[in-house]
């Protein structure tokens, strides 16, 4: 093959197909034709029906891209399910390589457990889900990721800062057809795919950080999407595991998505 190796000839062919793929985008293809007026109606249809809904429960898969201090990717994944009772309880569940935990809140009450670890942690913060997800990012520093699907005013707080809207055409997630809609800030690029039919729920949610390095992504993806009487009576109140121990929040370990020894700033 005149010196040249099977890797390198399957790496040109990778080179060419984003040679094309670029070019593609590049012109303008049909099918990726932007029409922001479309774009934004269609997130304002997604927007209205996520806050009619008062019960809401579905599944979901996570990843998080991290980029090392020598400038690897790497994907951490997590899956997990989400109960939602308007205006303020909710239930959740996210389990990964290095984490395990639940959290309920009751309107009243947050309360954080480690399964793994039989450890749980507790804050009064009485209010409604939007209270709770504004107290957890400016107070605790633990802001929820995808959290803005779960607010009421999901649609203002979606748009703002956008100033540049893309009707991207329709793509199937989970076997569901979507419509795929893409968006930047100054800060952060983001995509969503929607439902298509009388249900049109967020189906993928991508966030792209611009202003880190190699630009890292969080994803989100939905399934198993309930509402109304699909959903089964969900009990919020907590009840403790046996010989579970309350501790403080600092002393609950291996409850985030990024596990403690991947330092932020550092070489791992």
């Known amino acids: 093959?005149?010196?040249v190796t099977w890797n390198s000839v399957g790496r040109i062919g990778m080179a060419v197909s984003a040679g094309a793929l670029i070019l593609a985008i590049g012109l303008g293809a049909p099918a990726a034709v932007a029409d922001e007026a479309e774009a934004r109606s269609m997130l304002k249809a997604m927007s209205d029906y996520l806050a009619q809904q008062k019960t809401i429960s579905f599944s979901y898969d996570t990843n998080m891209e991290v980029v090392t201090k020598d400038g690897q990717k790497l994907l951490l994944a997590s899956s997990g399910a989400f109960e939602i009772s308007r205006p303020d309880k909710f239930r959740a569940t996210r389990s990964g390589g290095f984490a395990n935990v639940e959290m309920v809140f009751d309107g009243k009450t947050l309360?954080?457990?480690?399964?793994?670890?039989?450890?749980y942690t507790q804050a009064d913060i009485p209010g409604t889900l939007d209270h709770l997800i504004d107290e957890l990012r400016d107070k605790y520093k633990r802001p929820v990721p995808g959290a803005d699907l779960l607010l009421s005013n999901v649609?203002?707080?979606l748009i703002r800062d956008v100033d540049d809207v893309k009707d991207l055409g329709s793509g199937v997630i989970g076997g569901t057809e979507c419509d795929h809609l893409a968006f930047r800030t100054k800060e952060v690029d983001w995509q969503i795919w929607i439902a298509q039919g009388a249900n049109p729920y967020p189906c993928r949610y991508v966030i792209t950080t611009k202003k880190v390095d190699q630009a890292p992504q969080y994803s989100i993806q939905i399934s198993d999407w309930k509402t109304g009487d699909q959903v089964a009576s969900g009990d919020f109140a907590f009840q403790a595991?046996?010989?579970?121990?309350?501790?403080?929040v600092k002393d609950l370990v291996d409850i985030d998505e990024l596990p403690k020894h991947f330092s932020i700033g550092g070489a791992q």
């Open 241 to 248: 595991p046996a010989d579970a121990k309350k501790v403080d």
């Open 1 to 3: 093959m005149n010196g």
């Open 111 to 119: 309360t954080l457990l480690g399964k793994d670890a039989n450890l």
């Open 155 to 157: 649609h203002d707080e």
